[in-house]
């Protein structure tokens, strides 16, 4: 009798366990699948605005202002906690204790919400990326899983949103490895071996679907350029690292004060500021020659390969252009701007260096400028390595990256996303700093380390 008891639950214990793995499967499909469809039909939004501005670069000074006031309403009326980047909710869902509060920042209606608002914002010429709204959409995705199946606490509370979030990078730039070091270093701040195989799991499902979609690419085609570590290419480093550092740190620390002091000003005035981000946003897309509007894909690949003029005011537009966008309450990236402006500004410190260095300085004041504003800085060499499948600047990109993380630390003491998460925790509580889980770990609480380290 017993024994039939232990089979039945064996055989009901197997059930569960597939139905668990097939639903998470599934959501990992539909994470690669909704990033794929979600980067071509931005591609399509950012083409049709082009086609607008074709016919008069004019058009935005009304068509802007009028986009953004509606998308911002829609946003806070139909999609609340849906704006913005959608890491620091990301960020703050996994600090969160409380699971219903959880669902307030994740799920299937922010993730349409998300799509739909940042599709508008680049179909009217909003300077934001989609890489980040899709971090969000995939860590709503699958931690909205818990509706069709019964997965353990910890999966739900943690491995769900990290894996959703990883798959999200990992799908939406054709870049694996930078999707799981970018959720361990940015949405975790830790490795926990319970976490790790869910995360890859989900990034090798939702890589694999992106592909199929969308094909064999490089995000900004393929670079082939070296840099020689002499007296030149030791200069270009420490340039692109402090002064690509330093701006990016800068700009962060203007959008966390701006976004904290704007946010509620958008609540109060819901028609007024949307709309003065908006006129801003087209105002400075006529002084850049209509450059400054969209994620800056174009325009990044263009310097990186050389092709066309470079202006010199290019990054700093694009920096006032993407400032503008995000202030005005839409759903919207930094990811892609930035490393637009990274481009624009590598180009300009390139002016100091031998023209035959201009492709490699580039590159590193993509990498600088990035880290600098995100603060990950092997998600930012790795980023910028996989999306120019340039494995030749790979010790370059590494130092450039640590010495604009530790610049832009002076200008933005604390790192862009965990500071703007704090504005989704109650009473606006910092976010904690998560002890790395070790299995050695003395189960004596006597010999445990303190609360406060991490």
Sequence with gaps: ??????????RLSSKRLWKRRLVFWSGALAVGGIAALFALLAEQAEHLFREIIAISPYLPLILTPTALVTISLATQRYFPNAQGSGIPQTVAAIELASHEARKK??????????????????????SIGREGPTVHIGASILFSLENYAHFPRHDLDRGLILAGGAAGIAAAFNTPLAGIVFAIEELSRSFEERSSGTMLTAVLISGIVALAIM???????????????????????LCCGLLGGAIGGIFASGLIHGSRRVAPLVRIHPILIPALCGLALATIGLLSNNTTYGTGYQEAQSIIHGE?????LYPFLKMAATFSSLLSGIPGGIFAPSLAAGAGLGAGFAQW?????????????????????VQTPITAFVIVMEMTDNQQMLLPLMATAFIAYGTSKIFCPKPIYRALAEGFLPNNTPPKKPIPTDQSTPKNTSERAPKNES
Excluded: Q
């Design 1 to 10: 009798m017993r024994k039939r008891l232990r089979h039945t639950r064996i």
């Design 353 to 373: 260096f031998p023209p035959e260095l201009l492709a490699a300085t580039v590159l590193l004041g993509m990498v600088g400028y990035f880290s600098g504003v």
């Design 215 to 237: 094909g064999e690419y490089s995000y900004f085609g393929t670079s082939s350029t070296s840099l020689p570590l002499d007296l030149n290419g030791l200069s270009i480093i």
């Design 105 to 126: 920042l994740l799920s299937f209606r922010i993730a349409i919400g998300k799509v739909l608002m940042s599709l508008l914002g680049l179909l009217f010429g909003a």
């Design 308 to 312: 066309g003029e470079i202006d010199l």
